[in-house]
């Protein structure tokens, strides 16, 4: 009688835990795919790094921690800048505001005060994305400041 027990006992787990894991695979297959037609996952292996980008594109600036700069701007409820306004004067004051939001929606989410680490971190995420983007900015006009100061090669 008890290794019928036992026997059935065997038998009922391995069905279920067997339905489990495919219920299982089956969403994570669903995900997957639909993550792939948001265009959030490679759709083969011949992306760089592995991180979802053209294989000319920067890897950093197209996927920094996986926050674009549209997503990034939302979470710190700042706009977007583009990419001729992210240097001088102008830029320089969004960077700033930015910073202040930053700090403000930084010390609001301390898990000390009861807030959230997983949104504190979204947040410095977001800032981090913003702060690449305005030095991608500088550099750009820095490198095209430098190309109108060289002298022009002609060749013959």
Not at 10 to 29: C, D
Not at 77 to 94: D, F, L, M, Y
Not at 127 to 136: P, Y
Request: aromatic share 6%; charged share 30%.
């Amino acid at each position: 009688m008890a290794h019928r027990l036992i026997t059935q006992l065997v038998f009922t787990s391995a069905r279920v835990f067997g339905r489990a894991f495919t219920e299982a695979y089956k969403q994570a297959n669903a995900s997957r795919s639909a993550r792939q037609a948001a265009g959030h996952v490679p759709h083969s292996a011949h992306t760089s790094a592995g991180r979802g980008t053209t294989p000319g594109s920067n890897p950093l600036t197209a996927a920094s921690h996986g926050l674009s700069l549209d997503e990034a701007c939302r979470i710190l409820n700042v706009a977007p800048t583009t990419k001729s306004k992210a240097v001088g004067p102008e830029g320089e004051h969004k960077l700033e505001a930015m910073q202040d939001k930053f700090r403000k929606l930084f010390d609001q989410n301390e898990p000390k005060n009861g807030g959230s680490f997983y949104l504190q971190s979204k947040i410095l995420r977001a800032r981090e994305r913003i702060e690449m983007e305005f030095k991608e900015g500088q550099a750009r006009e820095e490198a095209k400041k430098t190309a109108e100061d060289l002298p022009k090669v002609y060749k013959d």
